[in-house]
């Protein structure tokens, strides 16, 4: 089967329905991680509200195959933060909101994934990031990513970094050597962030029915970083100052360390942005107009919603 092929098999598996990471993880041969014995394998999962003292920073690295979920980390106090790792395999993170406005200095990137098997597979759903903060990235993908990793039922905004910075994975040897791994984005939200709202690099990866907004400034919502052929299916980018979809990096073509490795792929997305198509690289597929602008169904619209989902709760709201 062919890269095109594979894509559209794996778009055509992701329903909308709540159950499918699982599947989609099946689809492609790899692992699903399991929980780790007494971490999080009860049968009536229970919330933690994990609540950081000013000046502290709640800490937590994933092991292979280790399940964290049903979480709210509350950053509320002044200079409290957190530090979220999964540099691991066959690893999931499913139901965890931060609450509060991060305004913690030591790491700016204090959300990092990556799966560095090959064959290994991690999956992030149902995670809200919307309370924003100063000198912050959304979620980190590390350049040694090298598996599958699915991303679904994001809100991240307000930082003032990218949103979803998931393009180090593919960049060449002499500037990072990225792995080259697959970063697959469903049904999630982006908005005023004040870099790249999702930014992607490899030619595998793909974001499909995601919305980005960007009300604040003038750069792009979606971003293949690399012009590495990264695909867009039913994607919205709304931004009256600034950018809709850029493919490439035109300080990179410019100094000729890196050069257009292949066509980034839309399919039935919509643009209303100063600048709806743009970049060094080439972009296949034409825009429509009117784009949608509001969450799609099942993004956690807060750390509790995103934390409670599946006990069909949201105490605290």
Request: with cysteine; charged share 25%; aromatic share 8%.
């Amino acid at each position: 089967m062919d890269r095109r092929s594979f894509l559209r098999t794996a778009a055509c598996a992701v329903a909308v329905t709540a159950g499918c990471s699982a599947l989609e993880d099946e689809q492609r041969g790899r692992r699903t991680a399991t929980p780790r014995a007494g971490r999080a394998e009860q049968s009536e999962p229970r919330v933690r509200e994990v609540t950081v003292e000013e000046g502290e920073t709640w800490k937590h690295r994933l092991d292979d195959g280790e399940t964290l979920e049903n979480v709210v980390i509350d950053i509320s106090a002044d200079g409290a933060g957190y530090s979220l790792h999964a540099l691991a395999n066959d690893w999931t993170i499913r139901n965890v909101g931060v609450r509060g406005k991060w305004d913690y200095e030591p790491s700016n990137s204090p959300f990092t994934l990556s799966v560095p098997d090959g064959e290994g597979s991690g999956v992030v759903r149902n995670f809200y990031l919307g309370d924003g903060g100063p000198a912050n990235t959304g979620i980190y993908v590390h350049a040694d990513h090298a598996g599958d990793l699915v991303l679904r039922n994001l809100n991240i905004q307000n930082v003032t970094d990218n949103g979803l910075y998931a393009s180090d994975p593919g960049s060449p040897e002499r500037v990072q050597n990225g792995q080259g791994g697959a970063v697959r984005v469903y049904d999630s939200y982006f908005r005023n962030n004040e870099n790249p709202q999702c930014r992607l690099g490899t030619d595998e990866s793909l974001a499909k029915n995601c919305v980005a907004v960007n009300e604040t400034g003038g750069t792009a919502c979606f971003r293949d970083y690399w012009g590495a052929g990264v695909t867009f299916v039913n994607c919205d980018a709304y931004a009256p100052y600034g950018g809709g979809f850029k493919s490439g990096s035109s300080t990179w073509n410019e100094r000729r360390d890196v050069r257009c490795r292949n066509r980034t792929y839309l399919e039935n997305c919509r643009a209303k942005a100063a600048i709806p198509l743009y970049g060094p690289c080439r972009i296949e597929g034409r825009l429509r107009s009117e784009p949608r602008t509001e969450p799609p169904s099942g993004v956690p619209t807060s750390a509790s919603e995103a934390a409670y989902e599946s006990l069909g709760g949201s105490a605290g709201r």
